[in-house]
């Protein structure tokens, strides 16, 4: 066996060997009321979510990598202007795409409205952010986040011009001081913000395609006139617990497409890779304001029917719409 062929063997294995142990993690069922949460899923989480993987296709055989593990993938880098952050409302964030020839990406394929949609939450599930950062000339993307002390991840969900997939990388940014984790609320079949409350309905197996129904209701009423965001009725981001494993959820209709109503329930389809405990963030608009609902769901659980149980929004940010 001549040298090239053994270092072909080599590499593919290494990259069996990757795929195979990214797949151990958690997958989504719909919540069930009483049903326990994961437990200790934010200890002990190694470094290896940043490794760089070289463009090439993924051999025969090994399961596709769910996105936001890696920094890099496709030759695409995402590359933060730093690492570490202080804490505060309106920390300045700003980072590049690195393309296959190492130069920053000035040219996307809109999707969802915007060229690039960044997500940044903190490790223990808290703190959410989707914003839509302005990129300058020379492809340097900047925004303002509010961050508390912790360990982050921030992810990059974008589409290069001239290409039909989308690719979401992931990087860690450490915010300074004194960090309190929190521990993973319990799965509940709704989210109370305020005058709203958003009632959970579905079944997530791994493996299978999965329909979601999330169905918003205001002071016990439902809202029937939900504002478009993103060109939908809402958009939906599923991170698993332990990895932060980013999930690609797609809405079901569009607004103006003369089959697809204002609400009160918007309908997503995903599939989950893997058993365990997973953080759903439903983002929608009502008069103006852009609010996010997160319930904690794990896989293999029983459909959710009947009343809506009480249950717990994210932490309370309202955003705007950026």
Same mark, same amino acid.
Do not use: C
């Given at each position: 066996?001549?040298?090239?062929?053994?270092?072909?063997?080599?590499?593919?294995?290494?990259?069996?060997? /990757?795929?195979?142990?990214?797949?151990?993690?958690?997958?989504?069922?719909?919540?069930?009321?009483?049903?326990?949460?994961?437990?200790?899923?934010?200890?002990?989480?190694?470094? *290896?979510?940043?490794?760089?993987?070289?463009?090439?296709?993924?051999?025969?055989?090994?399961?596709?990598?769910?996105?936001?593990?890696?920094?890099?993938?496709?030759?695409?880098?995402?590359?933060?202007?730093?690492?570490?952050?202080?804490?505060?409302?309106?920390?300045? #964030?700003? /980072?590049?795409? #690195?393309?296959?020839?190492?130069?920053?990406?000035?040219?996307?394929?809109?999707?969802?409205?915007?060229?690039?949609?960044?997500?940044?939450?903190?490790?223990?599930?808290?703190? /959410?952010?989707?914003?839509?950062?302005?990129?300058?000339?020379?492809?340097?993307?900047? &925004?303002?986040?509010?961050?508390?002390?912790?360990?982050?991840?921030?992810?990059?969900? /974008?589409?290069?011009?001239?290409?039909?997939?989308?690719?979401?990388?992931?990087?860690? #940014?450490?915010?300074?001081?004194?960090?309190?984790?929190?521990?993973?609320?319990?799965?509940?079949? &709704?989210?109370?913000?305020?005058?709203?409350?958003?009632?959970?309905?579905?079944?997530?197996?791994?493996?299978?395609?999965?329909?979601?129904?999330?169905?918003?209701?205001?002071?016990?009423?439902?809202?029937?006139?939900?504002?478009?965001?993103?060109?939908?009725?809402?958009?939906?981001?599923?991170?698993?617990?332990?990895?932060?494993?980013?999930?690609?959820?797609?809405?079901?209709?569009?607004?103006?497409?003369?089959?697809?109503?204002?609400?009160?329930?918007?309908?997503?389809?995903?599939?989950?890779?893997?058993?365990? %405990?997973?953080?759903?963030?439903?983002?929608?608009?009502?008069?103006?304001?852009?609010?996010?609902?997160?319930?904690?769901?794990?896989?293999?659980?029983?459909?959710?029917?009947? %009343?809506?149980?009480?249950?717990?929004?994210?932490?309370?940010?309202? *955003?705007?719409?950026?």
């Amino acid at each position: 066996m001549n040298t090239r062929t053994k270092l072909g063997l080599f590499a593919a294995g290494l990259v069996v060997a /990757f795929a195979a142990a990214a797949g151990v993690g958690g997958v989504v069922a719909p919540v069930a009321a009483g049903s326990s949460s994961a437990g200790g899923g934010h200890e002990g989480m190694g470094s *290896n979510h940043d490794a760089v993987v070289p463009p090439g296709d993924v051999p025969a055989g090994v399961p596709e990598t769910p996105g936001g593990l890696m920094i890099s993938e496709r030759g695409y880098t995402l590359a933060l202007a730093g690492d570490t952050a202080p804490a505060g409302s309106a920390v300045p #964030l700003s /980072f590049t795409v #690195l393309g296959p020839d190492g130069a920053p990406v000035t040219d996307y394929e809109r999707s969802h409205d915007k060229d690039l949609h960044l997500i940044v939450v903190r490790r223990d599930l808290t703190g /959410f952010q989707h914003v839509h950062p302005q990129r300058s000339a020379d492809g340097t993307w900047s &925004t303002s986040l509010s961050l508390a002390p912790g360990d982050w991840r921030v992810f990059a969900d /974008f589409t290069p011009a001239g290409q039909d997939e989308g690719v979401t990388l992931g990087a860690d #940014l450490a915010v300074s001081g004194a960090y309190a984790p929190q521990p993973l609320p319990e799965p509940v079949a &709704t989210a109370r913000l305020g005058e709203y409350s958003v009632a959970l309905s579905g079944r997530l197996v791994p493996g299978k395609d999965a329909k979601l129904d999330l169905t918003v209701s205001r002071n016990g009423r439902p809202v029937a006139d939900l504002e478009p965001y993103l060109a939908a009725y809402g958009h939906l981001v599923a991170l698993r617990d332990g990895d932060l494993a980013y999930l690609h959820v797609h809405p079901e209709g569009s607004p103006g497409d003369g089959r697809t109503e204002p609400g009160p329930t918007i309908t997503f389809h995903t599939s989950v890779p893997s058993p365990g %405990a997973y953080r759903l963030f439903l983002d929608f608009r009502h008069d103006g304001v852009v609010r996010t609902a997160a319930f904690t769901v794990r896989a293999g659980g029983t459909a959710v029917t009947g %009343a809506p149980e009480a249950g717990h929004g994210d932490d309370g940010h309202g *955003n705007s719409d950026h």
